[in-house]
């Protein structure tokens, strides 16, 4: 059974940095699994943030580009999204997704499995 979590949120004001987490079970992330993070907002679909493939290879939305960081530790099979710079614009649920194959990173359709999610709250 494949296992998502997310942890790391919270409430931080405008210009601060949060780090998430996101660890894994029932996969295993040196196989084939390309990973991402998306967030929703209230009212709002679901968008992408960013992605990193099994190789390392990053991804991200025009609207948190140089802000926030991707990676992963295949070792650990775990994930994390390094994010400086926050604004009020980036409160929403964050969610942690794998995809075992497909191309379309930055769509939400790509991704089996997800987690709960993590709030994000950031006051102006």
């Known amino acids: 059974q494949v296992q998502l979590v997310e942890s790391g949120g919270g409430l931080v004001q405008a210009g601060d940095s949060l780090r998430l987490s996101c660890a894994a079970s029932g996969i295993t992330f040196r196989s084939s699994y390309t990973m991402g993070w998306f967030r929703q907002a209230p009212h709002q679909e679901r968008e992408f943030v960013a992605a990193?493939?099994?190789?390392?290879?990053?991804l991200y939305a025009a609207s948190v580009k140089g802000r926030f960081t991707i990676s992963r530790d295949n070792a650990n099979n775990t994930l994390a999204l390094q994010m400086n710079s926050l604004k009020p614009d980036d409160t929403a649920v964050y969610y942690c997704?794998?995809?075992?194959?497909?191309?379309?990173?930055?769509?939400?359709?790509?991704?089996?499995?997800w987690g709960q999610g993590t709030q994000v709250t950031v006051s102006s």
């Open positions: 997704a794998a995809a075992p194959f497909g191309s379309n990173w930055n769509s939400p359709a790509t991704y089996n499995y």
């Open positions: 990193i493939s099994r190789t390392g290879n990053p």
